[in-house]
């Protein structure tokens, strides 16, 4: 393994390979190109007394989540392509086996924020940073370190200190930015939440649904709310309603099926339910579309 590995003072997982292909020491900050070898699924733990900065440059493999709470092995939230990890916050992180390279930023006394700044929301924000600046500026860092050319470490320099001013503001920016940007669930969670809530049966607790997304009960709600202008129960009520009306569209199944098919316990329930949303009865929507 040539150079001088950044993450050396975390605990390292094992079946764990890394080649250092790029290393460009600065004053303030240290930059590094890693391509890993994951041999099988990680969990891992770190934290350093300098603020990290990692751009995957590849997908990174499985499902990547992490966490700065909780025991080990806690799953957390999902990881994006560019995450920040404050100094002296340890992050419990997992993932799967394969292949992924990155291009790593180690900061000096530029890092924005300290161990005082950091409330559990910005933490939260730092494991997903959507910023285009802060991406693109990662982009050529590592172009500068594949291929070096006149004044390399004088461009890196200035990009690194643009990059710490940019995120300073973004962790520090506007509150509702912050929110519009990073307290909405995905469209691939939001999918997610949407077929276990058509599930047949006895319907998800508030806890499963959370945990599908990494977050705690609380977050969920608050996040889930941005994301639909909806509480869950309307959401949940509403989606329960329209699926009613298509399975009510044709002569099968029985209403007593379709209430189980919609969640709901009884076919009393349902019954008063799709009267409160329609004001009709189940058997009187059926009979008004196809007699």
């Not at 001013?165 to 997610?192: I, T």
């Not at 599908?212 to 941005?226: K, L, P, Q």
Request: glycine letters at 8%; hydrophobic letters at 40%; a neutral charge.
């Amino acid at each position: 393994m040539p150079g001088t590995f950044l993450l050396a003072g975390g605990e390292l997982p094992d079946a764990f390979e890394v080649n250092v292909r790029g290393h460009m020491e600065l004053p303030q900050a240290t930059i590094e190109l890693h391509d890993y070898n994951f041999g099988q699924p990680q969990r891992a733990r770190f934290e350093s007394s300098r603020s990290f900065l990692d751009l995957a440059l590849s997908h990174r493999p499985g499902t990547p989540r992490g966490s700065y709470a909780g025991p080990p092995g806690r799953s957390g939230q999902p990881l994006g392509d560019v995450i920040f990890i404050p100094a002296n916050h340890g992050l419990q992180s997992e993932w799967g086996a394969g292949r992924q390279s990155s291009v790593c930023c180690a900061f000096g006394d530029l890092a924005p924020g300290g161990p005082d700044d950091w409330t559990p929301d910005w933490l939260d924000a730092s494991l997903d940073v959507r910023s285009s600046f802060v991406h693109n500026a990662m982009l050529r860092l590592a172009n500068e370190l594949e291929t070096p050319g006149f004044g390399s470490e004088l461009m890196a320099e200035a990009l690194c200190l643009q990059i710490s001013v940019e995120l300073a503001r973004y962790f520090r920016g506007s509150k509702a930015r912050l929110n519009e940007a990073q307290c909405r669930l995905r469209p691939a969670e939001l999918r997610k939440i949407e077929e276990i809530l058509e599930r047949p049966g006895k319907p998800a607790s508030i806890s499963e649904l959370a945990a599908e997304c990494g977050f705690s009960s609380r977050h969920f709600f608050r996040v889930f709310r941005a994301t639909t202008g909806m509480t869950l129960s309307e959401f949940a009520g509403n989606r329960k309603i329209e699926r009613a009306k298509a399975l009510l569209s044709a002569r099968k199944p029985a209403i007593k099926e379709i209430a189980w098919l919609c969640g709901f316990e009884t076919a009393a329930a349902f019954s008063a339910a799709f009267r409160r949303a329609t004001s009709l009865t189940p058997r009187a929507y059926r009979a008004a579309l196809i007699g």
